[in-house]
């Protein structure tokens, strides 16, 4: 026969329990991110695609997710600081010293636009960089070829300060290649109205889309949570 203490017992590891999953769901993340959409957007209903998928997977473990926008470097700077879990969506190169990159949450293309009737082609890198004036986004980091051709050739490069401007300039024939994803750039070109941009190559680089997870003690749990969460996530597919 069970004692009346040990329901008593019994009643307070329950509740214990409870209170514990009832803590676990209303568990909230909070990341910085910059406006680059489609992937991610302050303006957009869905916060973007990519941040619409994080916030499903870490749904699905009862964690709130809460995104906040800021310009990319300062996303990066903020996300250094106690507030935030790290800052997402990166490419893995941008993923800087101090943090660590988690599975791929989602994915991007690295790729080649120009303008209607440029004539331009995509071929060997050097040549390609030697002859041309190639469009770039200021504060990315771009693969080991892209970063190296961009510096050996500083006289064939324009740096943007983000995507509308790139777009911009291409549109105008300011540039005859921008390098960046080709969602990003037509989606820009569609906001503005811009009809003339086209793709020379649509997929240089399949680029993982992951969270810079700031590596420290504090974040040293969800780092492995999210890890799990996101394998668990790609073997039901």
């Known amino acids: 026969m069970i004692s009346k203490q040990m329901i008593r017992m019994m009643v ?24 680059w ?24 473990e009862g964690i709130d997710l809460v995104v906040e926008f800021f310009p990319w470097l300062r996303a990066q700077k903020n996300a250094k600081t106690k507030d935030y879990i790290g800052y997402f969506p990166a490419w893995p190169e941008e993923v800087k ?22 004539g331009v082609t995509w071929g060997n890198i050097d040549s390609v960089f ?19 051709a961009i510096k050996k050739y500083p006289k064939s490069i324009d740096f943007s300060p983000d995507e509308v401007a790139l777009v911009k300039k291409t549109s105008l024939k300011r540039i005859a290649i921008a390098i960046t994803d080709p969602k990003v750039m037509f989606y820009n070109a569609e906001k503005f109205g811009l009809k003339n941009i086209v793709v020379i190559n649509n997929s240089i680089e399949k680029k993982d889309l992951v969270i ?26």
Do not use: C, M
């Open 37 to 60: 959409q489609p992937y991610s957007g302050s303006d957009l209903a869905n916060q973007g695609n990519s941040v619409e998928k994080l916030k499903k997977l870490l749904k699905s």
């Open 12 to 35: 307070v590891v329950f509740i214990t329990q409870l209170i514990a999953l009832g803590s676990a769901y209303s568990e909230t993340w909070k990341v910085a991110s910059l406006d």
């Open 130 to 148: 030697s002859h041309n004036k190639i469009g770039v986004v200021q504060t990315y980091v771009y693969p080991k070829d892209i970063d190296a």
């Open 212 to 237: 810079a997870l700031r590596n420290d003690e504090e974040n040293k749990k969800r780092i492995e949570l999210i890890k799990h969460i996101i394998e668990k996530n790609a073997k039901q597919k």
């Open 97 to 118: 010293e101090g943090f660590v990159a988690s599975p791929a949450v989602d994915y991007s293309f690295l790729g080649v636009l120009s303008y209607k009737g440029s």
